[in-house]
């Protein structure tokens, strides 16, 4: 006896969430290449993803946080108030609905130690 296959609602459901993820991750891709080398389009391409709850996680000048943050390099600073903050974020981290997709990858000041 042949096996039926899952029924529409179910099949299509499970469809539109791949086809979702798989076009978000697209968007991803794009935006790390967009972002320095078009910034006005980087920044339409986050409104898009945003109507649909997905946010770019910038964190320039926030302090650095290694549960949040991954650290892909370090500045040297002589500005005390500037050690273990992030200088720059080499790769937005994205959130969808609150749920984290990718942590941003950063570099970090850091006092430059005395020899």
Request: charged share 35%; glycine share 8%; aromatic share 8%.
């Given at each position: 006896m042949p096996v039926e296959p899952p029924g529409p609602v179910e099949s299509s459901s499970a469809s539109a969430s791949a086809d979702r993820e798989a076009l978000v991750g697209a968007c991803i891709e794009l935006s790390d290449r967009l972002r320095d080398a078009n910034p006005a389009l980087w920044r339409r391409l986050c409104r898009g993803l945003a109507v649909v709850g997905v946010e770019a996680?910038?964190?320039?000048?926030?302090?650095?946080?290694?549960?949040?943050?991954?650290a892909v390099g370090r500045e040297i600073t002589t500005d005390t108030a500037r050690h273990l903050t992030v200088a720059s974020t080499e790769f937005c981290g994205f959130t969808d609905r609150g749920r984290l997709l990718r942590r941003p990858e950063v570099v970090v000041y850091r006092m430059e130690e005395a020899v």
């Open positions: 996680v910038v964190v320039d000048g926030q302090r650095f946080d290694p549960e949040a943050h991954d």
